[in-house]
């Protein structure tokens, strides 16, 4: 158990419709990452907070959204949903905003989001 | 920026030590090389992480070289629980392409 929280573990939902994706970082940790991981794409890095601000942004397309807010947990705002959003989404966290420097991150379980 | 280069594939025998390279030949002097496993359907869970020379943990040794160049993850006697796909990030220059995974390395050990 890595100590990162995920809610919900498995989601359906339709083309068109909006979910949210709730993460619980680690006890202490004040950056939290969202990954999104698809079959045919691997790993792929949408974008990190670092206490309650932007720290970085990777490949997040303008449909989905993420806060981290003040007691650290963070959502994931998916909208609009297509049928190639349906993928794994894990969340991670870490003590620092150093990404991988020195900083050990830990993921959590994952979202298996299915878009029907 | 640090790009890696691992290995697609590797397959392995029970009991055997098993050494996956990773190439990294832009790495800056402020990354570090660390090493993930990912079981499917499971999130990454950190292996070991080093800045140079030798790195051991309960469960891996990383072995890095002077030039820094590359690095090998090293895993001792594996099992068929060790089949997995290991990922090695390297970076340290604050962008989002630090935290960005490659395609990995699919280690397959058989019984």
């Known amino acids: 158990d890595s100590g990162v929280t995920q809610t919900p573990k498995h989601l359906i939902t339709a083309t068109g419709q909006r979910v949210t994706l709730r993460c619980s970082p680690r006890s202490g940790d004040l950056s939290v990452y969202w990954y999104q991981q698809s079959l045919d794409q691997g790993l792929q890095f949408l974008i990190q907070y670092y206490n309650g601000e932007e720290r970085a942004k990777g490949n997040i397309l303008e449909r989905f959204s993420a806060q981290q807010f003040p007691d650290l947990h963070s959502e994931l705002n998916l909208s609009s949903l297509e049928l190639g959003d349906s993928a794994l989404y894990f969340c991670?966290?870490?003590?620092?905003?150093?990404?991988?420097?020195?900083?050990?991150?830990?993921f959590g379980e994952g979202s298996w989001l299915t878009v029907v | 920026l640090a790009k890696t280069t691992q290995p697609i594939s590797m397959d392995s025998y029970e009991g055997q030590e098993v050494n996956i390279t990773c190439s990294h030949n832009n790495i800056a002097t402020n990354d570090y090389i660390t090493w993930y496993q990912q079981f499917p359907s499971q999130g990454p869970r950190f292996i070991i992480q080093?800045?140079?020379t030798k790195v051991t943990n309960e469960v891996a040794s990383l072995f890095i070289p002077a030039d820094r160049k590359s690095s090998t993850l090293s895993l001792p006697r594996v099992s068929l629980s060790d089949t997995a796909v290991y990922y090695c990030l390297v970076g340290d220059d604050g962008s989002a392409r630090q935290l960005t995974f490659g395609s990995g390395t699919q280690l397959t050990v058989l019984p």
């Open positions: 991670a966290s870490s003590l620092s905003g150093q990404g991988t420097s020195g900083n050990t991150i830990y």
């Open positions: 080093g800045y140079k």
